[in-house]
């Protein structure tokens, strides 16, 4: 167990539909990135929150976006979804965001989005 | 940009045969390098990782990694392979040890009895 919780394990909606996938990071981190995984890209680096401000922002498309928390949860909302959206979607979590981090993220077990 | 590039998407060993999973980087500065492994329905977990120490890292489960610098290498190996390692291995680089990740397409681990 990481220690990192998403939620939910799985989602199942229509094209067109929006979405929120819900990530609690692993207590005492203040880095939160989101990763897609799909079988056609690989594992796409999404974003990055370092305690509540966007640190980092990679191939995001723009229906996409994501925030952290005071209480530093991270929640990433996926809007007029594509078929393509279909993906497993990791939350990580990190201890630092800048020079403390070691590059060693904690990952949860993912959320799967199906998208009919 | 940094990138890696593991070579092989899928590796056949038999049980208690030696594992080499292959990973090349490019990074315009020293990297920060990592391996992960994913098992079936689980995110991923810390293998090892190089951060400009020791250039031959141990990691758990008996794996190790050497960077090698005039290569632009970072191999996985572990010396017998177990069933239990039967898994998803990716690479990952990171020029500065903050923020992203970028992981390679991953290499999947059959291990045969």
């Known amino acids: 167990d990481s220690g990192v919780t998403q939620t939910p394990k799985h989602l199942i909606t229509a094209t067109g539909q929006r979405v929120t996938l819900r990530c609690s990071p692993r207590?005492?981190?203040?880095?939160v990135y989101w990763y897609q995984q799909s079988l056609d890209q690989g594992l796409q680096f999404l974003i990055q929150?370092?305690?509540?401000?966007?640190?980092a922002k990679g191939n995001i498309l723009e229906r996409f976006s994501a925030q952290q928390f005071p209480d530093l949860h991270s929640e990433l909302n996926l809007s007029s979804l594509e078929l393509g959206d279909s993906a497993l979607y990791f939350c990580?979590?990190?201890?630092?965001?800048?020079?403390?981090?070691?590059?060693?993220?904690?990952f949860g077990e993912g959320s799967r989005l199906t998208v009919l | 940009a940094q990138s890696v590039t593991q070579l092989g998407s899928h590796v056949s060993v038999s049980e208690g045969a030696l594992v080499l999973l292959r990973c090349n980087y490019s990074?315009?500065?020293?990297?920060?390098l990592f391996w992960y492994v994913q098992y079936p329905n689980q995110g991923l977990q810390l293998l090892l990782k190089?951060?400009?120490?020791?250039?031959l890292v141990k990691g758990i489960n008996g794996f190790e990694a050497e960077f090698k610098k005039s290569e632009t290498s970072f191999h996985l190996t572990k010396p017998s392979a177990h069933m239990s390692d039967a898994a998803e291995y990716f690479c990952?680089?990171?020029?500065?040890?903050?923020?992203?990740?970028?992981f390679g397409t991953g290499t999947r681990l059959l291990v045969s009895p």
């Open positions: 207590s005492g981190d203040l880095s």
């Open positions: 990952a680089v990171s020029e500065t040890g903050f923020q992203k990740l970028v």
């Open positions: 990580a979590s990190s201890v630092g965001g800048g020079a403390l981090n070691t590059g060693e993220l904690f």
């Open positions: 990074s315009s500065v020293p990297p920060y």
């Open positions: 929150y370092y305690n509540g401000e966007e640190r």
């Open positions: 190089y951060t400009s120490a020791a250039t």
